[in-house]
């Protein structure tokens, strides 16, 4: 039990969309700063992790047809500017939906998948990605 429940929180966390706040203005960056780009150096020292929700609505989007090789298996990738809830905007890929579903103003929500099947090293890489909601 204390294994497999030590492996899972560990694998929940590093699995979660970790960005930070600014102790000073409050403002939640992602991916996290060193240093809040608003406050400077009133923000050193400040600056404190923080779990988003992954919770995000469209803010724009394109379908990019023509893909590299190693991502023909998703062709064709969508790819979104994603107003997160918790302020910040990220790119991202949108999966499971055909372009013809996706649309501005649409909630999205985050999921982590397998980004590349095998590396040279054989080691199997996540990354975040957005379904809609
Ligand atoms: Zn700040």
């Not at 403002?27 to 929700?53: A, Q």
Request: net charge positive.
């Amino acid at each position: 039990m204390g294994e497999v429940s030590r492996f899972w929180r560990e694998s929940v966390h590093r699995y979660r969309l970790m960005g930070n706040q600014c102790g000073n203005c409050k403002r939640i960056f992602f991916p996290p700063r060193d240093v809040c780009p608003i406050c400077h150096r009133e923000s050193i020292g400040k600056m404190k992790d923080y779990t988003l929700s992954g919770n995000g609505t469209i803010e724009s989007f394109s379908v990019v047809h023509d893909v590299p090789p190693a991502f023909t298996r998703q062709r064709p990738y969508i790819i979104a500017i994603i107003r997160l809830d918790d302020g910040p905007s990220v790119t991202g890929q949108i999966v499971d939906s055909d372009p013809g579903e996706v649309e501005m103003g649409k909630r999205v929500t985050s999921v982590f998948r397998r980004v590349a099947q095998e590396g040279e090293s054989g080691i199997i890489e996540y990354g975040y990605k957005f379904v809609l909601a």
